[in-house]
């Protein structure tokens, strides 16, 4: 598979050979959705919690009586049938809403997204990427001269310079590759990708 180099102008200088295992796949929607679903899944937290009727604070004392009334027999105000009362199946802090995934359903499913990046041209490959000054105006002017605006930077060797530039800019990620993320690489409208950081997906994935 060849994927596309481009200069710092943005314009195609040439073309890099990669592994057809990683950036050849057929596109598989399903797997890539299963993948980014317990991707979101496993970022939450269940902190929520939930009063059952045993834990609000009401009084145990029967409403009305029993009969004679013309209403719903009730027991206690805390029931969950009333307006604040106990929940029935009340959400408890420890919830879990973790989902596996395979070794290899990721590996295949983040191959598959990387793939179709290639095929439809939201992905390229640069030799080197860095700035040189922790400045967030010369990130921003250096990929306004490349042509890009909404883009996932990848590259192997994230220095503080380029760390602390890409920061406040709200359309612009700098990762490494080995915290590539599958909703990173659908959210943004292009993935660059430095040399060395293709022949490290190669490593990890290929």
């Known amino acids: 598979m060849e ?4 200069n710092a102008a943005g314009q195609e200088a040439s073309t890099l050979q990669a592994s057809d295992t990683l950036f050849g796949r057929d596109f598989n929607e399903a797997l890539v959705h ?27 004392h029967k409403p009305f009586r029993q009969k004679g009334t013309g209403r719903a027999r009730a027991g206690m105000a805390s029931s969950p049938l009333w307006r604040g009362g106990g929940r029935i199946f009340p959400n408890s802090p420890d919830e879990n809403f973790s989902h596996k995934v395979n070794r290899k359903m990721f590996r ?9 990046l290639a095929r439809q041209g939201r992905l390229a490959v640069v030799d080197t990427f860095a700035v040189d000054a922790p400045k967030t105006k010369l990130l921003s002017q250096k990929l306004k001269g490349m042509g890009l605006d909404s883009v996932l930077v990848i590259t192997d060797d994230m220095d503080e310079n380029l760390y602390l530039a890409s920061r406040n800019l709200t359309n612009v990620l700098v990762l490494e ?4 993320d599958p909703v990173s690489l659908i959210r943004y409208s292009k993935v660059l990708l430095t040399k060395n950081a293709v022949a490290k997906f190669e490593e990890m994935w290929g």
């Open 34 to 60: 299963q993948i980014v679903v317990a991707f979101q899944a496993n970022a939450r937290m269940g902190n929520r919690a939930q009063k059952d009727r045993s834990e609000v604070k009401h009084t145990t």
């Open 177 to 180: 590759p080995q915290y590539a």
């Open 3 to 6: 994927l596309k180099m481009i």
């Open 108 to 116: 295949a499913g983040m191959a598959s997204i990387l793939s179709e």
